[in-house]
Structure formats: structure tokens, C-alpha cells
């Protein structure tokens, strides 16, 4: 059984987790064009090396990153994303919860 050491629960197993893909930097999702939005979504490096991933625990809705080598599948370090990021993105830009822009009657 893999074992992933989660920073908020300990230590888990591995089927309690699901990928949530590399971090790298996000384009500014207000002015990229839709190529460059699908190639930060889908597209990873996929080289031999340590990477930084987004991993989710799924039964506290938990999300960090760890480092993981991709040759040996090892994780190396899993951590909170406050270590690396300090604000969030808001892609709510006043749309209602049907993706309608609302009406600014101001």
C-alpha cells in the first residue's frame, strides 16, 4: 500500500488522493487567449525530475502540494500552499450560479 503524507491529516493512503496536476504559473485568465488556457489546464513538462504537484485529499477536501520525482514516483515532501502562495484568484467576475453575467443596476 503507497502511503502520501498529508499536511493537514497525516499520513494516508494513497487512494484517498486525487492528482490535481503541476504548479506552475497561471495566465491571467481575464486576458490569455483560450490556446494558452488549454495548454496551462492539459499540458504538463513531463520530464524525469522533481516536480511540484497540486494534490487533493478527498475526504477533508484538502488541498497542498507535494514534490514527487517522476522517475521513482517517490514523494519527497508534501506542504501547505500558504508555504509558496499568499493571495488566491477569484474567477467569480459577477456571474451568477448559471454562468450569467449579472446586471450592474448601479
Not at 12 to 28: D, H, L, Q, T
Not at 46 to 73: G, L, Q
Request: charged residues 25%; hydrophobic residues 35%.
Amino acid at each position: 500500500m503507497k502511503i502520501m503524507l498529508c499536511p493537514l491529516n497525516g499520513a494516508r493512503n494513497i487512494n484517498e488522493f486525487v492528482y490535481g496536476g503541476e504548479v506552475k504559473a497561471m495566465p491571467n485568465h481575464q486576458t490569455c487567449s483560450d490556446k494558452q488556457w488549454a495548454e496551462y489546464v492539459f499540458y504538463s513538462d513531463n520530464t524525469i525530475k522533481v516536480v511540484r504537484e497540486w494534490w487533493f485529499h478527498s475526504a477533508s477536501s484538502y488541498w497542498f502540494i507535494a514534490e514527487r520525482n517522476t522517475a521513482s514516483d517517490e514523494i519527497i515532501r508534501s506542504y501547505d500552499p500558504s508555504e509558496i502562495f499568499s493571495d488566491s484568484v477569484n474567477f467569480d467576475h459577477g456571474l451568477n450560479h448559471d454562468g450569467v453575467k449579472e446586471r450592474d443596476n448601479g
